[in-house]
């Protein structure tokens, strides 16, 4: 592969996530659905036969924006995320408020909105973001488990339950902060999952 | 006023019920941003210009629908809890659960849905959505001030704590019961809402 080539190669990827990034930013103030390439063509400055080359149809646009959002949440919350068990759990939860406070996508979290919105409309888009609820509660499970098996946490608690009550503060603290700009949600879901922690803990 | 004319305004009333309850239908299917004139026409099988003499525009349409929305949650919730302080607060609960499971609205609770939604859509549309929430939080938190008033509840819990950490149950137990159609999130956000409230009980 020549210099010019790679170039060009890299040219192209920088250009795709930059569009996915827009694209994903969008898709939390107007909607996933009303995610078409004629309106991202507008926002990023392009033709809309120019994204029409890049993604081909407003379905691949959206998997595609999926995609960039997971990559977006995997740097500014897994992996920020320290340590194991208790610790990683922790952290976990702090980076993901941190993820929301700082606005790393204009409408909160891109997930909350888009699952919400695309809950009733099956189909692979639908189906994408199910999978990435799944996966993030898994990776709430595990850290329970973690903790637990460290002995920070009560071997009698239900990690899938107690995953279940984190991300039902984490969820709601989000819609309310993305309402209300105001830190008082965020504070009150700390205040429910340090209270809930606290009770989990052994010993 | 004659019999004829009162006839009419009936009609006019159950008719224009009758368009808003499938309006507010739609709206937690495929969005309240995109219930235009033309869909909900096409919906309840009248010409757009007979929906356009009802509601003149989209926004007064939304605004309407969101009233209906709110009779129906009324209906349903508000009017369907019993009694007073905490026998208030659980039959509340028990209701919202109840409006949720028997699919009230197909995509579960229209206000989560429509303030989710709109939540970046500034105008009256959203903060009639907005005004909802905390007139809905406003109920579970004078439930809670009553059941301590009545010593069912302990006197140094924060009732709009509480209130917040109830109403982030069943938020997230309805976005789960949307997406996967099983009761398991109505009962983890059941036992996370018992244990809490078993947690406050006073002595």
Chains 1, 2 share one sequence.
Not at 40 to 58: D, I, R
Not at 101 to 127: H, I, K, N, Y
Request: aromatic share 8%; net charge negative; glycine share 8%.
């Amino acid at each position: 592969m020549g210099t010019k080539e790679r170039r060009r190669r890299a040219d192209g990827e920088r250009s795709r996530r930059a569009i996915l990034d827009e694209a994903a930013r969008l898709a939390t103030v107007e909607g996933l659905g009303g995610l078409s390439l004629a309106r991202l063509a507008n926002a990023v400055g392009m033709s809309k036969s120019g994204l029409f080359a890049h993604f081909g149809s407003k379905e691949e646009l959206q998997l595609a924006t999926i995609d960039s959002a997971t990559a977006t949440f995997e740097e500014q919350v897994l992996e920020r995320a320290a340590g194991l068990g208790l610790e990683r759990l922790r952290t976990l939860i702090d980076a993901f408020f941190r993820y929301v406070e700082t606005d790393v996508f204009p409408g909160g979290c891109f997930f909350a909105s888009a699952l919400t919105e695309l809950s009733m409309q099956p189909g692979p888009v639908r189906d994408r973001l199910v999978e990435f609820l799944d996966r993030w509660l898994g990776e709430l499970e595990a850290a329970v488990r973690d903790a637990q098996a460290e002995g920070a946490l009560d071997a009698d608690e239900d990690p899938a339950q107690l995953a279940f009550e984190i991300e039902a503060a984490l969820f709601f603290a989000n819609a309310g902060f993305v309402v209300t700009r105001s830190p008082e949600a965020i504070e009150r879901a700390r205040r429910t999952i340090d209270r809930r922690l606290a009770a989990a803990a052994s010993g």
